[in-house]
């Protein structure tokens, strides 16, 4: 496959994931890769698409679909719409002091109503049905009702992504989403990997703490959203989206 390996393994980790650890989970149309949409909305674009790779992403999105291209940076083909954009950051772990949680409880497939709930009212990015099928999620309860969130979603080769990090309104403040993300990584290490996660560049006080904690800033990032056309072929010029 050395046709769609990245630059550096972290400058397309959905691709370095669908190409390994969680290459179980991969849907494959030519170039692209995606997981199925009820586990994660990431998809992988090789480094450089060229006209047959957004076909191929077209097609197996099918027209209309809005799909996400994490860290894009090229033209979008001519029809396609840009449907949402955001400056991101990519920070890995450059010294954290990791220790598990007395507290914190492994959550699984019987969880997932409660984890979407929780992820509907905190928005800490997308979570499906079947995303903690992705790795570890731990979760912190009180009064049996789950009110933090962590866990493990990308996974290249030697490193694991922490996601969906998140705090019901009413108990933010305890720091709990911090001890969930030191147990999250505390995992990842034991398993010899290294822990990395995205944000938002304008969530300035998350970055001050994830700095805080020990990692450090790797890479600015986008998030991006682009629509497929509803038929093929529709517009004349390519779209910048840098």
Do not use: K
Not at 79 to 86: C, K, L
Not at 104 to 132: C, K, S
Not at 166 to 175: H, I, L, M, W, Y
Not at 189 to 206: I, K, S
Request: glycine share 10%.
């Amino acid at each position: 496959m050395s046709d769609i390996e990245p630059r550096h393994i972290l400058d397309n980790p959905a691709l370095a994931s669908l190409t390994g650890p969680h290459a179980r989970f991969a849907e494959r149309r030519g170039r692209i890769l995606r997981y199925p949409v009820d586990v994660s909305p990431w998809l992988a674009l090789p480094d450089e698409p060229d006209a047959d790779d957004w076909a191929d992403l077209a097609a197996l999105a099918g027209p209309g679909a809005e799909v996400p291209l994490l860290g894009f940076r090229g033209e979008i083909p001519p029809g396609w719409e840009i449907t949402f954009r955001a400056e991101g950051v990519q920070l890995v772990d450059d010294g954290l002091v990791t220790a598990p949680d007395p507290e914190a409880v492994r959550l699984g497939p019987a969880d997932v109503p409660e984890i979407l709930d929780l992820v509907a009212r905190t928005q800490p990015g997308p979570f499906e049905a079947r995303t903690i099928e992705l790795g570890t999620y731990l979760g912190i309860r009180r009064d049996g009702a789950l009110v933090a969130l962590a866990g493990e979603r990308l996974h290249p080769p030697g490193w694991t992504e922490i996601s969906a990090v998140c705090t019901d309104p009413a108990f933010r403040g305890e720091g709990l989403a911090t001890r969930l993300v030191l147990a999250v990584a505390h995992g990842i290490r034991e398993r010899g990997e290294t822990p990395f996660l995205h944000t938002g560049a304008a969530n300035t006080n998350a970055i001050r703490l994830y700095e805080s904690l020990g990692f450090r800033l790797r890479l600015r990032t986008a998030f991006l959203a682009a629509r497929v056309p509803e038929r093929l072929g529709e517009g004349r010029e390519a779209v910048p989206v840098a």
